[in-house]
C-alpha cells in the first residue's frame, strides 16, 4: 500500500449496487474527506449520479462531506431514496 494511502470497506445500497455490479469492496484510496472518496468512486464505479445526491455514513454514522475517511473504516453510500 502507498504511503498515505487509506484502505476502506466500501458498501453500495440499492440502484448503486446495481450501477457497482458489486455489494462491497475494500478500496484502497488517498482521499481523506467523506466527499472526496464519493467523488473519487463516482468515477472509479461509472455511477452515473451527481456527487451531493449521495449519501455517505461512515462506520454507521451518517457523515458530513469534509468528515475525516481514515485506514479501516466502512463506508456506506446511499442513494436517494424516493418516498411517497
Given at each position: 500500500?502507498?504511503?498515505?494511502?487509506?484502505?476502506?470497506?466500501?458498501?453500495?445500497?440499492?440502484?448503486?449496487?446495481?450501477?457497482a455490479?458489486?455489494?462491497?469492496?475494500?478500496?484502497?484510496?488517498?482521499?481523506k474527506?467523506?466527499?472526496?472518496?464519493?467523488?473519487?468512486?463516482?468515477?472509479?464505479?461509472?455511477?452515473?449520479?451527481?456527487?451531493?445526491?449521495?449519501?455517505?455514513?461512515?462506520?454507521?454514522?451518517?457523515?458530513?462531506?469534509?468528515?475525516?475517511?481514515?485506514?479501516?473504516?466502512?463506508?456506506?453510500?446511499?442513494?436517494?431514496?424516493?418516498?411517497?
Amino acid at each position: 500500500m502507498e504511503v498515505g494511502a487509506l484502505k476502506v470497506r466500501v458498501r453500495y445500497f440499492a440502484v448503486l449496487r446495481d450501477r457497482a455490479g458489486i455489494a462491497e469492496e475494500l478500496l484502497v484510496t488517498e482521499s481523506k474527506s467523506a466527499r472526496s472518496l464519493v467523488d473519487e468512486i463516482i468515477l472509479l464505479r461509472n455511477l452515473g449520479l451527481p456527487s451531493p445526491l449521495i449519501r455517505i455514513a461512515i462506520n454507521g454514522q451518517f457523515a458530513e462531506d469534509d468528515d475525516s475517511v481514515n485506514d479501516g473504516d466502512e463506508v456506506v453510500l446511499i442513494p436517494p431514496v424516493a418516498g411517497g
